[in-house]
């Protein structure tokens, strides 16, 4: 069994989730959790930290042996391990396949609200953005809207950049879902760039499925990026991978990587290697602690805060709250900063249409949880 009721101090550690607000608020913002990694993680560390020498290093085929192993293990779909890029994060991953396949006159699609560095990617590669909203069902759930996402794409449409599990909306989207998405972009000679990096992390009754591994036409028209960081946390070590199996598109990635993204680091791949390989037993117990913390954000939210409307999460450690009807004098983001001493992250910068809406990061002790929901809950008391 292991720990994940005791929270470990994490201010002074160049923590950015702790170290940006005042000591005396809670953040509930930056997805990363605030959980001891595997201990298989933190032994292979210092091993390799005993060793004291940290030159460059070597992206080994064993650890790609691994990740085809894994894909095939948990999802059913066989890769090679030569279609496999090793990256130091899935945002440069994704900016990386932008910028090599789109550029000014182009554009770039993706649906909303998304997590914000989507947002940015095609600017930063000098190309359109086009934006489709999500839709709410009428359970709630949120949904593609597949006759406007049709529409939306223009002659100039180069990628779709789909987010799978849906950061910050917790969907993990259907095969019929994927199939529709993947056979429209086929049509249009659309590039899919899927980001699954929550694809570990999906609670009960749901199943995450790699468009990529849909069927071998959609695979050559898809770019993954997957990554055990948010997994194990250790987003801080910079390790990411992407799978990629057409090979005229690997070598334009590896020729715009050239001189501008380097490798990944030495201690990010020993920390990866080890979670993938040892680190499921810390997973499972793990995935039961968020869904109970997930139950819990759900319920209270429902019972004692009703005016926000939330939608349980199929999977992240992320909960997305419509504050819309929330009668308060200001938005919703500063009014529980200043008021509940709770940092949450701001609805806005996912998307224009979600201003009023809050992202609640849920991955930390239950403990900690509670006392950012009675916050919460306090605060519109006060009123």
């Known amino acids: 069994m292991y720990d994940f009721e005791h929270f470990l101090e994490r201010r002074g550690t160049e923590s950015v989730k702790w170290g940006v607000y005042p000591a005396d608020v809670l953040p509930m913002w930056v997805a990363d959790m605030d959980f001891v990694s595997p201990q298989p993680v933190i032994d292979a560390l210092m091993k390799r930290v005993e060793h004291g020498v940290f030159g460059y290093p070597m992206e080994t085929q064993e650890f790609r042996e691994v990740v085809v192993h894994r894909m095939e293990d948990?999802?059913?779909w066989k890769i090679d391990p030569a279609e496999i890029i090793f990256v130091p994060g899935v945002v440069s991953g994704f900016n990386l396949v932008c910028q090599a396949f789109a550029g000014r006159g182009d554009s770039i699609l993706m649906t909303t609200p998304i997590y914000p560095p989507f947002l940015a990617a095609p600017v930063n590669a000098q190309a359109e953005r086009i934006e489709v909203?999500?839709?709410?069902d009428a359970s709630g759930i949120y949904r593609v809207d597949f006759e406007a996402f049709e529409k939306a794409i223009l002659p100039s449409t180069k990628v779709f950049m789909l987010c799978n599990p849906h950061n910050p909306v917790g969907r993990v989207y259907t095969k019929s879902e994927l199939e529709r998405m993947a056979e429209i972009c086929l049509r249009h000679h659309v590039l899919i760039c899927s980001d699954e990096i929550h694809s570990d992390l999906i609670f009960s009754g749901y199943q995450h499925i790699p468009i990529a591994s849909l069927s071998n036409e959609i695979s050559e028209n898809t770019i993954t990026l997957i990554a055990p960081s948010k997994t194990y946390n250790i987003a801080g070590l910079d390790c990411s991978v992407i799978i990629c199996k057409s090979k005229e598109y690997?070598?334009?990635?590896?020729?715009?990587?050239?001189?501008?993204?380097?490798?990944?680091?030495?201690?990010?791949l020993v920390a990866g290697m080890a979670a993938?390989?040892?680190?499921?037993?810390?997973?499972?117990?793990?995935?039961?602690?968020?869904?109970?913390n997930r139950d819990l954000v759900v319920r209270y939210i429902r019972e004692r805060m009703p005016e926000i409307k939330i939608i349980s999460p199929e999977a992240t450690y992320l909960a997305w709250l419509d504050c819309r009807a929330l009668?308060?004098?200001?938005?919703?983001?500063?009014?529980?900063?200043?008021?509940?001493?709770?940092?949450?992250?701001?609805?806005?910068?996912?998307?224009?249409?979600?201003?009023?809406?809050?992202?609640?990061?849920?991955?930390c002790p239950q403990s900690m949880v509670q006392e950012a929901l009675e916050r919460m809950e306090s605060s519109l008391?006060?009123?």
Do not use: C
Not at 278 to 289: H, I
Not at 327 to 340: D, G, K, S, T, V
């Open 250 to 268: 690997r070598e334009r990635l590896e020729t715009a990587r050239r001189g501008l993204l380097g490798h990944v680091n030495a201690l990010g």
């Open 133 to 136: 909203p999500l839709y709410q």
């Open 74 to 76: 948990r999802y059913g």
């Open 381 to 383: 008391h006060k009123r």
């Open 276 to 292: 993938y390989k040892e680190g499921d037993p810390w997973l499972k117990e793990l995935l039961q602690v968020l869904e109970g």
């Open 327 to 363: 009668q308060i004098p200001e938005e919703p983001y500063p009014f529980f900063l200043n008021h509940a001493k709770v940092a949450l992250n701001y609805g806005g910068d996912f998307g224009e249409q979600s201003k009023r809406f809050l992202r609640f990061n849920f991955g």
